[in-house]
């Protein structure tokens, strides 16, 4: 199985390979589309052969890369690794399927996202510290040209912010990663950059707080949590609709995945005194992207404040101390990874059809594109958590662990979670059902659009697929997941 993981992570890259060495447009759309689609099978294989009961990382490899500096290629899949490796190849698999369509130098688009995604999956599992940096580091190239090159009017602003705030916040986990192997030469006589090296090095109180806030600033600016939030909306709204599903999908997830694969692991006690600054700031980002998405007259950009909005109640969950909230806050990156690039198809497609992403010149959709709309619907009541789809699953989850032992914040938390069934009602409302001041031009458009095409409907039917049964049948995927939670909470 080891092998199986190898391939996955870098069967993207050869075919990145392939593709610019070929340069022909239809080879370069199958060959994409069947290499991401064998990664989705081995991920699948992967998830459904893990053993949630072991207490070590599976399908293992390390080997010695560079021995002067004690750095190894050493990569392994915990629960929350494998789901969110699982994860990734799904959204990548339906972006490829996705943008079928695409015209603008495709074989330079299809190569970037396949590069794209052997450095999402290499950050999931990399188990070496030089190495999950390298992965981490190796994202920004590919999306800052994916925003630069197929964006909309501002895209190279977009692309600029994005760039900027990310390697700034990159630069604070360099010098972290930088001081955590110093120590650790100083202490034990040699250089190392193994994860298990450094989580059972006792560090010093006042180096578990600097560490921590290192770290913490360059999670949080990919999370994004509030006040490093703002690249994301200009982000979301510049990007093609591919590189809006893999920033909400896969991107915003590595930020609080490093929470719990490092923050909480490496420096528990630091972990522990931060909890309030780290409850403040995610219950701010909870209500006030809230009530952002609300005011937003931009389809896009009230979606990517929704975002912000979810990934406020994970990093709520994360710090709340208990398996239940962890177990939600893992489940709820899956889960938002899900609705949140269902949501993004749903406006990409608005958005091939019709030129804009403004909710006011938008209206009357369903009654001329029914299956669309049911495709809507359907994404956006996975987004604000209905019963039998994973969003409720996760949130319940949030609530209840973080409830036991810190009421009040999961009841205000709980007000965001309100707002964020207002936000899409009134969204979907004015964008699909309102037709009461439709020109006679804007009917004649609508008359004109073609409803939902088989490239468009299979990303939807996968995505939809698995949140539902996420949904009605949580206990194997919250089983796994809490291999991991528990491990955390081993070290508190």
């Known amino acids: 199985m080891a092998s199986f993981l190898n391939i996955a992570i870098f069967l993207p890259l050869v ?20 290499l991401s689609g064998i990664v989705f099978i081995i991920s699948i294989v992967l998830f459904i052969n893990f053993d949630p009961s072991t207490h070590e990382f599976l399908y293992r490899t390390n080997v010695v890369w560079i021995k002067s500096l004690g750095i190894h290629y050493d990569v392994g899949l915990d629960g929350l690794g494998v789901s969110l490796f699982a994860l990734t190849a799904l959204i990548f698999f339906t972006v490829f399927i996705w943008a079928i369509k695409v015209k603008e130098k495709p074989n330079l688009f299809y190569a970037l996202f396949l590069i794209l995604e052997t450095t999402c999956l290499g950050t999931f599992s990399a188990l070496d510290l030089f190495l999950f940096y390298l992965f981490w580091e190796g994202i920004l190239v590919p999306m800052y040209f994916i925003i630069g090159f197929w964006g909309h009017d501002r895209k190279i602003y977009a692309a600029n912010k994005f760039f900027i705030y990310t390697f700034f916040g990159s ?19 040699h250089i190392s950059f193994e994860y298990e090296f450094h989580k059972h090095i006792a560090y010093p109180m006042w180096l578990q707080a600097l560490l921590f806030l290192l770290f913490g600033v360059g999670f949080a600016v990919k999370v994004p949590m509030w006040p490093v939030h703002t690249w994301l909306p200009d982000a979301h709204v510049e990007a093609p609709t591919a590189g809006s599903v893999v920033l909400a999908g896969v991107l915003l997830k590595m930020g609080t995945f490093g929470f719990v694969r490092y923050s909480l692991t490496l420096f528990p006690e630091a972990s522990k005194m931060f909890t309030p600054l780290m409850f403040t700031l995610s219950v701010i980002a909870i209500i006030y992207a809230a009530m952002m998405a609300i005011s937003q007259t931009s389809l896009k950009k009230l979606i990517a404040y929704s975002s912000i ?19 939600g806050a893992s489940y709820m990156m899956i889960a938002h990874g899900l609705s949140s690039a269902a949501l993004f198809y749903a406006a990409g497609f608005i958005y091939d059809k019709f030129h804009t992403y403004e909710i006011s010149e938008l209206g009357g959709i369903a009654k001329y594109l029914p299956n669309f709309a049911i495709l809507f619907m359907i994404s956006g009541l996975a987004s604000i958590g209905l019963p039998s789809f994973s969003g409720f699953v996760s949130e319940f989850l949030v609530l209840l662990g973080t409830f036991k032992y810190f009421p009040i914040w999961a009841i205000i938390a709980g007000v965001g979670m309100v707002l964020g069934a207002a936000y899409f009602l009134y969204m979907y409302k004015n964008v699909m059902l309102e037709s009461a001041s439709l020109s006679e031009a804007k009917i004649q458009k609508l008359q004109h659009a073609t409803d939902v095409e088989l490239h468009h409907f299979i990303p939807f039917a996968l995505i939809l697929f698995f949140a539902f049964i996420m949904g009605i049948a949580p206990y194997n995927f919250v089983n796994i997941i809490a291999q991991t939670s528990k491990l955390i909470i081993g070290s508190f």
Do not use: D, P
């Open 15 to 34: 075919g990145a390979f392939l593709v610019s060495l070929f340069r022909n447009e239809w080879l370069t759309k199958v060959l994409s589309i069947v």
């Open 309 to 327: 909005s979810h990934m406020g109640i994970v990093t709520l969950g994360t710090f709340a101390m208990s398996v239940s909230a962890i177990n």
């Open 171 to 189: 630069l604070f986990l360099l010098l972290g990663l930088a001081t955590m192997v110093v120590y650790g030469y100083f202490i034990s006589g």
